[in-house]
């Protein structure tokens, strides 16, 4: 990984964690890399040189909060 995947890795897992979710460790994916919420299975991607007009950090673990959660 380099420093600014890390970078963009950190804040997808801190923005996860405050929705509720525990993500598994990042793996490589297709363009970028990818993880998946250990109780849900919502995941998150991150994409360090993304298209014009495309994100560098999506996902459902980044955007709802997890149904496993308990308050």
């Given at each position: ?11 997808a897992?801190a923005?996860?964690?405050?929705r ?8 490589r ?43």
């Open positions: 990984m380099t420093s600014k995947e890390k970078r963009l890795a950190r804040q897992r923005s996860a964690r405050w509720g979710h525990s993500l598994r460790p990042f793996q994916g297709y363009c970028g890399y990818w993880a998946q919420c250990r109780l849900c299975d919502c995941g998150v991607a991150i994409n360090a040189n993304p298209p014009p007009n495309g994100i560098e950090i999506g996902g459902d673990a980044v955007a709802i909060t997890c149904e496993a959660y308990r308050f």
